[in-house]
């Protein structure tokens, strides 16, 4: 168990509809890391938050978006769901001085019919 | 921008042999971290090993071990007595070291390979 938390386990959603992914960091860690691994694109980093700013970005689609409350929780918000966007979702957390180890969480399965 | 590739998309070894999985990458920087994670069926991410291009030691941990070729910008992962725990994709990982921010950034990912450990 890497002490990162996400809900929920598995979504099953319909084409155009808007879902929220959900990622509880480890305690103590202040960024937060979205990934999507898909068998077209393999893993991909999409975005980075870091004590509730964003602080990177990767291959984030426009309608993708993300945002880090102020107790660290994260949410990543798809929308105009397309059945390419079927992924497993993954959130990791870090401290921000360590050796930047990322601890991954257990994933969200999306599966857009 | 970085990118990682993997050549081997399966590979396959007898228990408690020895097996390495290679890992090449291309970069304009001097300085970074790479990674290598396991994802067993369960689908959980889990790091087994870290570098920092600057050590010129290579890393182990306990049956893992890297051999970091900086000028090659090569970094292969050796298992020594595999177990049919080790069975699971492997994936290699790039991390800047001069993220923008102050913070880090993501891991740059490649495609993985699938380790098939034989009994």
């Known amino acids: 168990d890497s002490g990162v938390t996400q809900t929920p386990k598995h979504l099953i959603t319909a084409t155009g509809q808007r879902v929220t992914l959900r990622c509880s960091p480890r305690s103590g860690d202040l960024s937060v890391y979205w990934y999507q691994q898909s068998l077209d694109q393999g893993l991909q980093f999409l975005i980075q938050y870091y004590n509730g700013e964003e602080r990177a970005k990767g291959n984030i689609l426009e309608r993708f978006s993300a945002q880090q409350f102020p107790d660290l929780h994260s949410e990543l918000n798809l929308s105009s769901l397309e059945l390419g966007d079927s992924a497993l979702y993954f959130c990791?957390?870090?401290?921000?001085?360590?050796?930047?180890?990322?601890?991954f969480g257990p994933g969200t399965r999306l599966t857009v019919l | 921008a970085q990118t990682v590739t993997q050549s081997q998309p399966e590979m396959s070894v007898q228990e408690a042999e020895t097996v390495t999985l290679s890992c090449t990458y291309d970069t304009s920087e001097s300085d970074y971290y790479l990674f290598w994670y396991k994802q067993p069926p369960s689908r959980q991410m889990i790091l087994v090993i870290r570098?920092?291009?600057?050590?010129?030691q290579n890393a182990t941990e306990n049956r893992f071990s890297v051999n970091f070729q900086k000028a090659a910008k090569s970094f292969s992962l050796k298992i020594s007595d595999s177990q049919l725990g080790d069975a699971a994709m492997y994936f290699c990982?790039?991390?800047?070291?001069?993220?923008?921010?102050?913070?880090?950034?993501?891991?740059?990912f490649g495609k993985g390979t699938h380790l098939i450990i034989q009994p």
């Open positions: 570098q920092e291009a600057y050590k010129q």
């Open positions: 990982a790039y991390r800047s070291v001069f993220a923008s921010g102050g913070g880090a950034d993501g891991l740059t």
């Open positions: 990791a957390s870090s401290q921000r001085d360590s050796y930047n180890e990322q601890f």
